[in-house]
Every structure is written in C-alpha cells, then in structure tokens.
C-alpha cells in the first residue's frame, strides 16, 4: 500500500500571505502510460465533508478559487494558497489514487 | 446538482454490526462507483472500500477485508455500507462519495456519525 505524508502537521499564515502544504507518497502516483500524476487535495473546515480542491496534482475542480495550486510529480507534490482568506481556515489533505487509495494525515492551516 | 444523503446517526453495542445508507439524486446513480471513508473523532481520512452499482462489484481496503460489506441497490439509487464485529474503535463518522470521471472523490455525503459504545 502506499502511505502518504504531510508537512507540517500544523502552520499559521497571516491573512494574505502564502501558505505551503508539503505532501509525499512512499512511491510514485505517476503512471507512465498517460503522464498523470494520482493525486488529489481536498479541503475539510470542521463539522463539513471534505471537499474536492485539486486532482492530477494540480487541476483545480470546477469552483475552486484560483489562489489555490497544486504542483509537482512522481513522489512530491506542494499545495498551495497564494493569498490566505479566512475563509481558507480548515485541515488539507492529499490522497492518492494510484492504487488502493489512501490519504495523508492532514495539515491544519490556522490564521496567524 | 448530484446530491448524497446519508441516514441518521447510530449508536451501537460492541460486537453487533452497523448499516449505513447514501441515497444518491441529481445523476447517474449506476454509471459512478461510490467510495465510503471514515474519520475517527479528531482524526484524518480512512478509505474503506467503493462499489461500482452498475457492475455489482466491490472492493475493499485490506484493514477492513472481512469486516465490511459494501453494496449499491440501483433500483433506489442507494449505497450500503455494512460493518460487524464493532469496536470501540470503529467509533467515527462514516462519509459515501462519488468517485467522478477522473477518479476523485467529487461529491460527498454529509456524515453518519457511528457510535460504538456498551
């Protein structure tokens, strides 16, 4: 199976400033037959579902603010929030969809 | 709009089991496979195991292997997910999902809040 990671667990960002999720997969999510990276983020404020944010690692869903991005390839991939809103406060997680899916353990994005 | 509708909040003894429905509206019930994850109190996201209705065909994560039966009932448009032999620690709240066109999890239910309690 393939575990994800996060970092940090936890980081507060003044409103407007980037904020910079890390995520890592114990082996590539890419597939080599279509380019595409297996990866998803999803935002979850407390008391809500998850929601979709971004999968292909960085195909923002239909919706989705643009200050929000997702990069990288293989094993490493960064989510992104350009300029914090407060609105922007809740736990992201990335999930791979690879193989059996999982997801990381989360990072808490709290106003500084 | 696809929507998702769970039933309501279930509090139940250690070693019975539970049933959890999704009722899915605003789409094409069979032609999507529904996920099911689950989150333990202050916890992070655990995937259990989709069906794929129009197939009849489920999968499950290895952790609940045994333990969990998923099921989709395309007449109604409805998910099951079916989980015995409870622990304390199956304590959580139970969360379907569509997977969409690209393999995402693009809608959600609200929660079903499993309490396993004696």
């Known amino acids: 199976d393939i575990v994800m990671t996060q970092s940090p667990d936890s980081l507060a960002v003044s409103l407007g400033e980037r904020a910079t999720i890390n995520c890592k997969s114990s082996?590539?999510?890419?597939?080599?037959?279509?380019?595409?990276?297996?990866l998803a983020w999803y935002q979850q404020k407390p008391g809500q579902p998850p929601k979709l944010l971004i999968y292909w690692a960085s195909t923002r869903e239909s919706g989705v603010p643009d200050r929000f991005s997702g990069s990288g390839s293989g094993t490493d991939f960064t989510l992104t929030i350009s300029s914090l809103q407060a609105e922007d406060v809740a736990v992201y997680y990335c999930?791979?969809?690879?193989?059996?899916?999982?997801f990381g353990p989360g990072t808490k994005v709290d106003i500084k | 709009q696809v929507q998702l509708v769970q039933s309501g909040a279930e509090v139940k003894k250690p070693g019975s089991s539970v049933k959890v429905s999704c009722k899915a509206s605003g789409g094409t019930f069979s032609s999507y496979a529904i996920s099911w994850v689950r989150q333990a109190p202050g916890q992070g996201l655990e995937w259990m195991g989709r069906i794929i209705p129009i197939l009849g065909i489920a999968n499950y994560a290895q952790k609940f292997q045994g333990r969990v039966t998923i099921t989709a009932d395309k007449s109604t448009s409805t998910a099951y997910m079916e989980l015995s032999s409870l622990r304390s620690e199956d304590t959580a709240v139970y969360y379907c999902?569509?997977?969409?066109?690209?393999?995402?999890?693009?809608?959600w239910g609200q929660g079903t809040l499993v309490t396993v309690s004696s």
């Open positions: 082996q590539s999510v890419l597939y080599s037959s279509n380019n595409k990276n297996y």
């Open positions: 999930q791979q969809y690879y193989s059996t899916p999982s």
């Open positions: 999902a569509r997977v969409g066109n690209d393999y995402v999890l693009d809608y």
